[in-house]
């Protein structure tokens, strides 16, 4: 089968993380467990998730002129995602201080840097976005430019996913474009005033699984039993195999997502942890490919 062209219009950081026994209060000072750096920003996430799931993946985003730039093309490029959209800018490129505890919950502060500079859709990307089969956005870049690419998306023919996140609010004249909203419950409760008026509505559910509701109804998917070290990039994750899966096989996409976002909580990181499709496939026991439905 081929690969489904995915374009990614979202933010690319570097995480900062910080393993602790558990979150400090405040004024407290605490002894850290471990620190690493890794690629991450929602869109680079997802869009290391839709590569690794099979996709054909092009990410349009901006990193700064600084190192860390330069390590999180050279990261985007060894996943298999296409960089040539990817413009680099004078400044500082996004970072995220993430603090994991032991019981792997995560804190996240996200300083925007080269993301906020992504105020405008190049002829070139526009061009790649007729061309996809999915446009997937995050809400962590400029909403006018989310906005126009989703907007040009719809008017092409590209299955437009949106995840909203961070929830803000979202235009008519960008929620109305959009097939696929994909939400966790608490997005769900915040957005819910917008959640109607999708073709199809995401919710995922934490351990729990995901429902979706399309046009026929709802219908649920379990996550797999797994052991979590770190939940940081699994709903990440989860869209990034969703939007692959839904042009490959739709009635099993959020199966095979709930599979990926489930995995996902078992590795340190965020683009790092999102597994790869003989790894969702080995869990599900079979390739996908031989499924019939």
Not at 145 to 157: D, E, F, K, L, S
Not at 217 to 225: A, F, I, K, R, Y
Request: glycine share 10%; net charge negative.
């Amino acid at each position: 089968m081929k690969a489904p062209r995915i374009v990614v219009v979202g933010s690319i950081n570097m995480d900062m993380v910080t393993t602790v026994p558990r979150f400090p209060a405040p004024g407290e000072t605490l002894l850290g467990n471990a620190f690493s750096t890794t690629a991450g920003g929602k869109g680079s996430n997802q869009a290391v998730a839709a590569a690794k799931a099979g996709g054909d993946v092009s990410f349009i985003g901006a990193i700064g002129d600084d190192g860390f730039g330069t390590q999180l093309r050279t990261m985007l490029a060894e996943a298999g995602v296409d960089t040539e959209l990817l413009r680099t800018v004078n400044g500082s490129t996004g970072v995220a201080a993430i603090t994991v505890s032991a019981n792997a919950e995560n804190n996240i502060v996200v300083v925007a840097g080269a993301n906020d500079t992504v105020s405008e859709l190049t002829e070139a990307d526009l061009a790649a976005i007729s061309r996809a089969d999915v446009l997937l956005c995050q809400l962590e870049i400029p909403l006018t430019t989310v906005t126009a690419a989703v907007r040009h998306a719809h008017a092409n023919g590209t299955i437009v996913v949106l995840n909203p996140s961070p929830v803000q609010d979202v235009p008519s004249g960008l929620i109305d474009s959009v097939d696929i909203l994909v939400v966790n419950q608490s997005e769900a409760g915040q957005l819910s005033s917008i959640t109607d008026r999708v073709p199809y509505l995401v919710t995922t559910l934490g351990a729990a699984g995901a429902d979706l509701r399309g046009p026929d109804g709802t219908v649920h998917s379990d996550s797999p039993l797994v052991t979590p070290v770190d939940t940081t990039g699994a709903g990440d994750a989860f869209t990034g195999a969703f939007a692959v899966e839904w042009i490959r096989h739709r009635g099993r996409a959020l199966r095979y997502a709930c599979a990926a976002g489930g995995l996902a909580t078992t590795i340190h990181g965020a683009a790092a942890s999102s597994p790869t499709r003989a790894a969702v496939e080995n869990l599900l026991e079979g390739p996908l490919d031989s499924d019939t439905g």
